[in-house]
């Protein structure tokens, strides 16, 4: 769905579209929303009526009371006014809280399933959309964006359709009572219309404005705050403080710029209102001294003009909150639209229980800038194999073990597992197929027992256990305060290095998956914590086909075979003895690596 470039409803309007199949299944409480709504809007019609019975018939005594319907004294027309009056006003009291209570719990339903579809959508967008985008900025669209969105369908969208609706019955109304005041009181609302078409224009723009300026603002600040340990190190505060105080400015001075907007069409609404009220009360008075209109008329009809124009300085007032919520419609909606490039084929099937064999067949691979990453990758690997990537920094390691997690997917050729090219299965069936452990594995704020079985359904505490004891985290984490129910920082933080990747390793090891990827499971870590590590990945390995990808080439030693990537192309491949003989690149840097190491 295209974006809506128009300044108010429009956007909106594509929201209820767009979200209409979420919103159907609420059309019970919507239709007696509706019946409260527009009983509401007829007992606005008919608040000014007992008034005009009291002053023509009461005050003015100017009517003979034999002309009503029924032979009433004053004083029983008066107190039957008077309860009317108390009648209508609770009734519509409650109607309006029937219809505000009903509305705003199917738009509260409504957004929570927005801001779940918003949440998964942005979980299945490819890498690539989420190494453009900022991730605090997308956070803003998922909390606040939806939220805003939210809070205005309530506290703006009902109350101006509720004004709307009263116009439209009070005009109607007016017309029954005397059409040429009614016309006289209209011709101001083409004034109204061109000064709110104006400035909600720009209310929006600048709304928009600020809500990518708030999002910079938040991205500034995770990005600082995830790296809080680096930022610190390198005394990188005072720069993050400017460049953070910057973008709050710019996003400050957006805000102002829009409530100064919102102010400006308020304030010359309310002049155009005033000069229609004029207008109407000369007129009216007017006719009434011509005896045309009763004085009671007279106050009724100024009574429904300012009923009426009231929807109109609601409709300023609202423009601008309405104009907010289509900014954040608009960002919401440029999300969803998004589409994945990395998706089930429409023909794909579930993957069956992979026996692990792997083959790269002339595999090519460019992001869309054209940067060629990978270039006629060609190798097989069997089940329980163990092959190491090796080579450069930048060679494309890490790229090519995620083709076979098809985070991306090749540009031209075929990876297979089994045969068969692993497009054809579905991502739901592949994926969990592959164990991965990270060079910096990430923890989730949660306990250690959760951080283990995450995304796993049904794991007992035994086989918990039996992938901590796999990989040589079982005592460590008796050792903690609460053991398996200890809770960890945000990313692992209250663990060391090692004690954070052997979990990794557990949570890898309780997957059970045939297929393994190790991207530099030892980097950073020290001496003692590396042998603790590599012994456990080495139970892990244990009838898996596994992928290592590792700078450290006695660790690569152990692999069956080896393949030597640089600048994209596999320069060498074979065992380690083979290519130690063949005297080539991967032999030379052994070899310094080896005199390091004396």
């Given at each position: 769905m295209p974006k809506s470039r128009n300044p108010d409803f429009p956007g909106l309007w594509g929201v209820l579209v767009y979200f209409w199949p979420d919103i159907r299944p609420q059309y019970g409480l919507l239709l007696i929303s509706a019946i409260a709504l527009v009983a509401d809007v007829g007992l606005r019609v008919l608040e000014p009526w007992p008034l005009k019975f009291v002053f023509d018939y009461v005050l003015l005594r100017g009517e003979k009371l034999n002309n009503l319907p029924v032979s009433l004294e004053p004083i029983t027309l008066l107190t039957l006014s008077a309860v009317a009056v108390l009648l209508i006003t609770g009734l519509r009291a409650l109607a309006a809280y029937g219809s505000t209570v009903g509305l705003a719990t199917v738009s509260s339903r409504?957004?929570?399933?927005?801001?779940?579809?918003?949440?998964?959508?942005?979980?299945?967008?490819?890498?690539?959309?989420?190494?453009?985008?900022?991730?605090?900025?997308?956070?803003?669209?998922?909390?606040?964006?939806a939220s805003r969105l939210q809070e205005i369908m309530i506290t703006a969208a009902l109350p101006l359709l509720v004004s709307i609706l009263s116009l439209v019955g009070m005009i109607g109304v007016m017309f029954w009572m005397n059409r040429s005041l009614t016309f006289l009181s209209l011709l101001?609302?083409?004034?109204?219309?061109?000064?709110t078409n104006r400035l909600s224009r720009r209310i929006k723009d600048s709304s928009l404005k600020q809500r990518q300026q708030?999002?910079?603002?938040?991205a500034t600040a995770a990005e600082s705050l995830a790296a809080i340990k680096l930022v610190k190190a390198l005394s990188l505060q005072d720069a993050f403080a400017r460049v953070f105080s910057q973008q709050n400015h710019r996003s400050l001075k957006e805000s102002v710029k829009t409530q100064r907007l919102a102010a400006h069409l308020e304030r010359t609404v309310d002049g155009v209102i005033a000069l229609g009220t004029a207008i109407v009360l000369w007129y009216g008075s007017w006719l009434a001294l011509r005896d045309a209109l009763t004085p009671g008329d007279v106050l009724v009809f100024l009574t429904y003009l300012k009923n009426a124009f009231k929807p109109v300085q609601n409709f300023a007032k609202y423009t601008g909150r309405l104009a907010k919520a289509a900014a954040s419609s608009e960002r919401i909606l440029d999300v969803l639209n998004q589409q994945p490039d990395i998706r089930d084929l429409s023909d794909a099937i579930p993957a069956p229980i992979f026996r692990g064999a792997v083959c790269f067949d002339h595999v090519h691979f460019a992001y869309e800038s054209g940067q060629v990453l990978l270039q006629d990758i060609n190798f097989n690997i069997q089940p329980g194999q163990q092959v190491a990537i090796v080579g450069t920094s930048g060679g494309g390691k890490s790229t090519l073990v995620s083709l076979l997690l098809r985070l991306y997917d090749p540009t031209s050729?075929?990876?297979?597992?089994?045969?068969?090219?692993?497009?054809?299965?579905?991502?739901?069936?592949?994926?969990?197929q592959i164990s991965v452990v990270l060079q910096d594995s990430l923890l989730f704020a949660a306990s250690i027992r959760e951080n283990i079985a995450y995304g796993i359904a049904g794991i007992s505490d035994a086989e918990i256990e039996a992938a901590?004891?796999?990989?040589?985290?079982?005592?460590?984490?008796?050792?903690?305060?609460?053991?398996?129910?200890?809770?960890?920082?945000?990313?692992?933080?209250?663990?060391?290095?090692?004690?954070?990747q052997r979990i990794a390793i557990a949570r890898a090891a309780i997957r059970q998956a045939p297929i393994l990827i190790l991207d530099e499971p030892t980097t950073g870590l020290d001496k003692g914590n590396e042998k603790g590590v590599i012994d456990a990945l080495q139970r892990l390995a244990e009838n898996r086909t596994t992928f290592l990808i590792t700078h450290d080439l006695d660790f690569a030693t152990r692999a069956d075979m080896i393949v030597y990537l640089e600048n994209g192309r596999i320069v060498e491949q074979g065992s380690h003895r083979e290519l130690m003989h063949k005297n080539g690149r991967y032999a030379a840097l052994y070899e310094v690596q080896a005199s390091l190491r004396i």
């Amino acid at each position: 769905m295209p974006k809506s470039r128009n300044p108010d409803f429009p956007g909106l309007w594509g929201v209820l579209v767009y979200f209409w199949p979420d919103i159907r299944p609420q059309y019970g409480l919507l239709l007696i929303s509706a019946i409260a709504l527009v009983a509401d809007v007829g007992l606005r019609v008919l608040e000014p009526w007992p008034l005009k019975f009291v002053f023509d018939y009461v005050l003015l005594r100017g009517e003979k009371l034999n002309n009503l319907p029924v032979s009433l004294e004053p004083i029983t027309l008066l107190t039957l006014s008077a309860v009317a009056v108390l009648l209508i006003t609770g009734l519509r009291a409650l109607a309006a809280y029937g219809s505000t209570v009903g509305l705003a719990t199917v738009s509260s339903r409504v957004m929570a399933t927005v801001r779940n579809r918003l949440y998964c959508h942005l979980q299945d967008l490819s890498l690539t959309y989420h190494t453009r985008a900022r991730s605090g900025d997308l956070i803003i669209r998922v909390s606040g964006d939806a939220s805003r969105l939210q809070e205005i369908m309530i506290t703006a969208a009902l109350p101006l359709l509720v004004s709307i609706l009263s116009l439209v019955g009070m005009i109607g109304v007016m017309f029954w009572m005397n059409r040429s005041l009614t016309f006289l009181s209209l011709l101001t609302l083409p004034l109204f219309w061109l000064v709110t078409n104006r400035l909600s224009r720009r209310i929006k723009d600048s709304s928009l404005k600020q809500r990518q300026q708030e999002g910079a603002v938040a991205a500034t600040a995770a990005e600082s705050l995830a790296a809080i340990k680096l930022v610190k190190a390198l005394s990188l505060q005072d720069a993050f403080a400017r460049v953070f105080s910057q973008q709050n400015h710019r996003s400050l001075k957006e805000s102002v710029k829009t409530q100064r907007l919102a102010a400006h069409l308020e304030r010359t609404v309310d002049g155009v209102i005033a000069l229609g009220t004029a207008i109407v009360l000369w007129y009216g008075s007017w006719l009434a001294l011509r005896d045309a209109l009763t004085p009671g008329d007279v106050l009724v009809f100024l009574t429904y003009l300012k009923n009426a124009f009231k929807p109109v300085q609601n409709f300023a007032k609202y423009t601008g909150r309405l104009a907010k919520a289509a900014a954040s419609s608009e960002r919401i909606l440029d999300v969803l639209n998004q589409q994945p490039d990395i998706r089930d084929l429409s023909d794909a099937i579930p993957a069956p229980i992979f026996r692990g064999a792997v083959c790269f067949d002339h595999v090519h691979f460019a992001y869309e800038s054209g940067q060629v990453l990978l270039q006629d990758i060609n190798f097989n690997i069997q089940p329980g194999q163990q092959v190491a990537i090796v080579g450069t920094s930048g060679g494309g390691k890490s790229t090519l073990v995620s083709l076979l997690l098809r985070l991306y997917d090749p540009t031209s050729g075929h990876v297979m597992i089994d045969g068969r090219d692993i497009r054809e299965y579905t991502l739901a069936s592949l994926r969990p197929q592959i164990s991965v452990v990270l060079q910096d594995s990430l923890l989730f704020a949660a306990s250690i027992r959760e951080n283990i079985a995450y995304g796993i359904a049904g794991i007992s505490d035994a086989e918990i256990e039996a992938a901590a004891r796999l990989a040589h985290a079982h005592d460590f984490i008796q050792a903690l305060p609460q053991g398996y129910d200890t809770l960890v920082g945000e990313r692992g933080a209250t663990l060391s290095g090692g004690q954070r990747q052997r979990i990794a390793i557990a949570r890898a090891a309780i997957r059970q998956a045939p297929i393994l990827i190790l991207d530099e499971p030892t980097t950073g870590l020290d001496k003692g914590n590396e042998k603790g590590v590599i012994d456990a990945l080495q139970r892990l390995a244990e009838n898996r086909t596994t992928f290592l990808i590792t700078h450290d080439l006695d660790f690569a030693t152990r692999a069956d075979m080896i393949v030597y990537l640089e600048n994209g192309r596999i320069v060498e491949q074979g065992s380690h003895r083979e290519l130690m003989h063949k005297n080539g690149r991967y032999a030379a840097l052994y070899e310094v690596q080896a005199s390091l190491r004396i």
